[in-house]
């Protein structure tokens, strides 16, 4: 169980206040959005301060921060759906205490009734938890993924002692590769060092492009450390991350694909295994699949974190400003901790029958993936510059009528403000003030107002939509398009939804809007190169195909 203290370490609020935290934070692999530029510390100190979460959209406009003022105006509505989303229900009728309902079947005869009722995913769960039973029986035997007694983590600034890492990793038949980056985003991230592990506890850093070397070191300060020239280190490792006899092991090898691809677009690593897909495809939703949660899973280890090294907020680093001792054991942990993880994952695919669909429908992804974020999306600038533009006087003239049918001038993007207007000052029906004496103020209060003819509550939700697309999209993707290549590189998340599906962000390519014609508009943006067409693909009814195919339904596959 977690109890309280542990409730504000993580949150920095009780628990009864967490949902508050969350709706302001979100969440993007739950898929709830929050309030842009707002994370958990700050949302815990917002709610400290404030109480709650409608006390603190009531008074928002007495946040001192400018952007973060007008962020908490703009997305109050996205805060309380995301309160919606995160809050469990807790009025579920029980006739019995909760333990009462934990049911304790013999695996073995569940496993057997599962198969002849052809349930083919729930006997890989039962298989599992079978084995997660016999580790825990065997916990005495040795562990292949253990580490050894002593960790031996070597800095690497020579080509002769690389030369020896590459022998090594070639008479072991397998190595794990990890890359240290200036930034996640792939597409502008420069190289700063590669990791190699090839046995448990063996494993070296490569430093490539550090700005600083010593403990002592400030960053930026001091001169840059000896390290091998990048084009020479990446030439004697190309054989080997090309060598078709050594698989390489890497954790979400798409990011690595992309960073060595930017360096030399001739290097192809092959062949390879992912231990965060393995994962994926094993468990799927049960769990993330970050290398810092599989190794407290499945190694009871915790590894060195990122902010330990680089620091956090205003104070934070780049990994090439990091002195090159904590590089080295912050870096070669990560592929020590791949490699140890592949140990683990590898036996539960072939065991649980999930080989197949990690090896031909998963892993074959990533390169295609990695291709895909690399090339990016042509984006016209110039149309999404002149839609902001219309954006805006559009905006102006929403909030020059909303004020003539007020009477006054106000902050139309002000819940409270609103609030006033609507409910005090005209006497609109449906207001109720919350426990913090303001006026909800969102979509489903002036949503019935509009439809019972109330020009003001019609054309506030017009300047909140239009508000919205400006922000989301027009401003924010022109601030995305790489000035390099012209284009907008998005990031697919292979490992994220529980349904196998991919997930796009930064930016989220798969919200832009269709329904509405500013929404099409902004689609317009997206643009080919000369002599080229983009190419609209989908199937239609995929779910009655597919039911029409396995249940064998001829009437049904002869609709289609």
């Known amino acids: 169980p977690i109890d309280i203290a542990e409730v504000m370490e993580k949150f920095g609020v009780p628990p009864e206040k967490v949902v508050d935290v969350q709706s302001l934070a979100g969440d993007s692999t739950d898929n709830v959005p929050g309030v842009p530029g707002i994370g958990v510390k700050t949302a815990a100190q917002l709610i400290a301060e404030y109480g709650d979460l409608d006390t603190l959209l009531a008074r928002a406009d007495e946040i001192k921060q400018p952007k973060r ?57 039962a ?31 020579d080509a002769a002692a690389l030369k020896g890492w590459v022998a090594r990793a070639t008479e072991a038949g397998i190595v794990a590769v990890d890359t240290e980056t200036t930034s996640l985003n792939a597409s502008i991230a420069e190289l700063v060092g590669v990791s190699l592990a090839t046995a448990p506890g063996l494993a070296c850093y490569i430093p490539l492009g550090h700005k600083t070397g010593g403990q002592l070191d400030l960053a930026g300060d001091g001169p840059a450390p000896q390290q091998i020239p990048k084009p020479e280190a990446l030439a004697i490792l190309k054989p080997l991350l090309e060598d078709p006899s050594v698989l390489k092991v890497g954790q979400n090898l798409k990011y690595d694909h992309q960073i060595l691809a930017r360096q030399d677009p001739s290097i192809r690593v092959a062949p390879w295994d992912d231990t965060m897909l393995m994962s994926y ?158 006026y909800p103020t969102h979509s489903d209060v002036l949503e019935p107002l509009a439809a019972q003819g109330h020009d003001i509550a019609a054309k506030v939700l017009d300047w909140r939509q239009i508000a919205k697309l400006k922000g989301t999209y027009t401003d924010a993707l022109v601030e995305q398009i790489n000035p390099e290549t012209g284009r907008v590189h ?24 269709i329904r509405t014609e500013e929404g099409r508009k ?15 693909v989908d199937y239609s009814q995929i779910e009655l195909r597919l039911v029409a195919h396995i249940a064998g339904v001829e009437g049904l596959k002869a609709a289609f």
């Open 522 to 536: 902004i689609r317009t943006a997206f643009v080919a190169e000369p002599g080229c067409v983009l190419l609209s």
């Open 127 to 157: 298989q599992a938890k079978l084995a997660a039973d016999a580790a825990t029986a065997s916990a005495a035997e040795p562990d292949t993924a253990a580490p050894p007694a002593e960790l031996a983590y070597e800095l690497v600034t």
């Open 490 to 513: 998005t990031s697919f998340s292979l490992a994220a939804t529980n349904t196998g599906r991919l997930s796009s962000n930064e930016p989220n390519l798969q919200n832009i809007p």
């Open 281 to 438: 495809t094993l468990d799927g939703g049960s769990h993330g699949h970050g290398m810092d949660e599989l190794a407290e899973l499945h190694l009871g280890h915790t590894t060195i974190s990122f902010d330990s090294v680089t620091g956090t907020g205003k104070a934070r680093i780049t990994f090439d400003q990091v002195p090159l001792d904590k590089a080295r054991d912050y870096a070669a942990e990560d592929a020590d901790i791949t490699l140890r993880l592949h140990r683990t994952l590898k036996p539960r695919l072939v065991g649980e029958r999930m080989a197949t669909v990690y090896e031909t429908i998963e892993r074959p992804l990533v390169g295609v993936i990695a291709d895909m974020e690399r090339t990016g999306i042509k984006v016209d600038r110039g149309v999404l510059e002149g839609l902001s533009r219309d954006f805006a006087g559009r905006l102006e003239e929403l909030e020059a009528e909303i004020h003539t049918l007020a009477g006054h001038a106000f902050n139309v993007g002000s819940p409270k403000q609103l609030g006033t207007v609507l409910f005090d000052e005209m006497g609109l029906p449906g207001g109720k003030k919350t426990k913090a004496g303001a």
């Open 69 to 125: 003022r007008q962020n908490l105006i703009d997305f109050a509505d996205q805060a309380r759906v995301s309160r919606q989303l995160v809050r469990l229900a807790d009025d579920v009728p029980l006739d019995q205490a909760l333990d009462a309902l934990q049911a304790n079947p013999d695996p073995k005869v569940l496993i057997g009734f599962l198969e002849e009722m052809e349930f083919p995913s729930l006997v890989n769960r």
